[in-house]
């Protein structure tokens, strides 16, 4: 439900856009800088992506897709 939202109120191709230039994606160290302000002790980036593909897998999801949502980059931009 979320993520169909952002995508609504998305102006261009990417969910978490910079802020300045909206056909960028957000700078690598957003997140984590996000996340120490949220004060958010103990956690890591890397352990949410963990989390979501656990989570997805365990609903039976197309391990493609997975791979896809956690993707640095799109397969057809390398």
């Keep these: ?8 109120i998305s102006e ?16 690598e ?3 984590n ?3 120490e302000k949220l ?7 890397q352990g949410f992506r963990c989390m979501f593909s656990t989570w997805f897998k365990s609903r039976h999801a197309n391990p493609d897709v997975v ?3 956690l993707a640095h980059t799109p ?4």
């Design 29 to 31: 160290g957003t997140p």
């Design 12 to 27: 261009g191709e990417y969910l978490f856009p910079h802020r300045i230039k909206p056909n960028s994606p957000v700078n």
């Design 39 to 45: 004060r958010v002790d103990g956690a890591t980036v």
């Design 75 to 78: 397969a057809d931009k390398t």
């Design 1 to 8: 439900m979320m993520l169909h939202h952002l995508r609504e």
């Design 33 to 35: 800088r996000a996340m």
């Design 67 to 69: 791979g896809a949502c």
